[in-house]
């Protein structure tokens, strides 16, 4: 199976981006509810992840996600994580954490969108006895690690680059995370400890789209200038737009000798979706309020986004 | 008189580190107070100060572990789990990482107070799947504790004693094995970490007052050993007491009570221990005696369950002392 893969760079990263708001509208409009507005916001970053920017081997799981296997224990000796969907554990690769792990449905749809997934994993999203669960698990594709908890990634990402540049490994750590996480004290521990000890091979990108699950998050807890806040905690730091893929090109390229790496990807909740902007900032989990609702989104975004409204009648 | 050991955790963790490159020392700002202050002199690749943050230090030890390291967390035993209980968790416990997690100070063997005393951390630990839970009770076990622990296929929880700890055994720490200590009939006695010791003091009285003890000290709490328990329970005439320097609450009172109920073994049990309260600060012998975890304490409780006024009062345990501990490095070959 893994040999049929395309070739990582078989779509452009745009096409791949694209290719993940549509399957991430497609799954919302069809259960009628869905993570939709980290798809605008995390696309262009998923997609760069996935398609570029991190040395990832074949996927080692199959293409249609096993069912759940059961929770590790000494009794479990056949339990596996997700991470074979992001290559083999080889000194070589880069590791990647999805630190949001409600971002898991984004997650996914990059996956198939790259070919490390098959469609018919979505279609197990949310399913009971599915490993694809809808907040991502140790032992759901592409998930290494749990991270269920906000705050506890980078942390688990430092320790875990620590060890690599112990043992001499060539691939890095990379944390995808969310701009929620600068409200966990654990945030900040986990950046002065990378500093602290050098840790260099390791970096993270943040979605910055100022939105928490209250609402915005300058109305549920402000945070201040976390540029700054990174840069003295101990890290490089820079600045992007994040549905500017040039620019994440260039902020990966930052030499950050000694330290760690975070970009700051700012983002739209709305962004190819601006329809959604209707419900700003009630923007976490788009669920709709009637089917009038239902079909009205299903149509304009359908548009927005160039393919024709989801068939969601059956 | 007993031996006493001074520090016997220094010496036990450097020797076994330095064999094992894998092994970390991880600190987080009290690496004198857990006595690995000379390691991190002597050996500072294996070190890693993590600062007064313990919840990015136990996500940052999941990640070592995932790295293939064995990551040994030494701090006081309310920092393991009080505070980055959701890292223990998530990081730690759930995807099974050999992360070695000893805790110092169990119980009221500190005079910090609230704050510093772990008093429910057996029973915090015991309901986290996939964590064994080791508990020292002599200079012996604290020098063996460091291989056991590191042979565990998974996350655990050791107390540990530091500072002067006597020696009251001879045969070296065993995973899962309970030690008997004496083989009477009246009751059982069940006692571990530093009960043990005050168990030992209270047998000689015991002993000379006509009432025969069965004497069993436990460290490995996790997994616990059910079916022994029972087995020694159900061979005395009058019932359990249980000593613990913990809540009865959750702890060895609690794995007892479970094990005679599920075996439907109709005994009495008596748990001592702090009774469903905190503690205050003060010295270890002070708060012993304070909270009844003590040898007088366990007279106590005997004669309550069998009903019985032995005589027994301080100046007789203080007098039985010495030859009770020296009998104890012999007894516990039985």
Redesign the interface.
Known sequence: MAGDLPLRNDKSTEEVALGIRRRVFEHTIRNNGGYLSQACSAAEQLAFLYNEALHLGEPTMPMIPPPFGG????DNPGYV?GAGYNGPFEPQYDRLFIAPAHYALVAYATLIETGRMAPEGLEMFNKDGSSVEMIGA?HSPGM??????L??GL??????????R??GDAGDVCVFMSDGEVQE??TW??V??AA??GIDNLWAIMDVNRQQCDGAMDDVMRVGDIRQKFIDFGAACIEIDGHDLEAMRQAKAEKHEGKPLIILAYTSPTQGMPILERRFPRLHYVRFKSEDERAEYNQAIAAELGIAPIDYSH | MVEMVTRPYASAFESYAVQHPEVLALSADLTSSVEIDGFRDRHPDQF????M?E???????????????RPFIHTFGVFLYRRPY??LM??VA???RKVRLMGFLPGITTPGGMTHQAIEDISVMRTI??MTVLETGDATEVEGIVEAADSI??PVYCRVLRGSVPRLFDSPFRLGEIRVLSEGTDVLVITAGITTEEAIRARGALDKAGVSVRHLHLSTLKPFDAEAIVAHAASVTHGVITLENHLVAGGIGSMTAEALAEAGLGKKLIRLGLQDTYAHGGSRPYLMNYYGLDAIALVRGIERLMGIETGIDEGALEAVRVDAVHSSVKAEAL
């Open positions: 929770v590790p224990s000494a994580t140790e290494e690690v749990h991270n269920g908890t705050g506890i942390s688990t990402g430092a320790g875990l680059a620590w060890g690599r112990r043992n004290g654990q521990e986990a002065q400890a602290h000890h | 890693l100060s993590m600062g943050a919840q990015n230090m136990l996500s940052f030890a999941g990640g070592l572990g995932l790295a293939g390291f959701d890292q998530a990081s759930y995807p099974r799947p996939n296929d998974g």
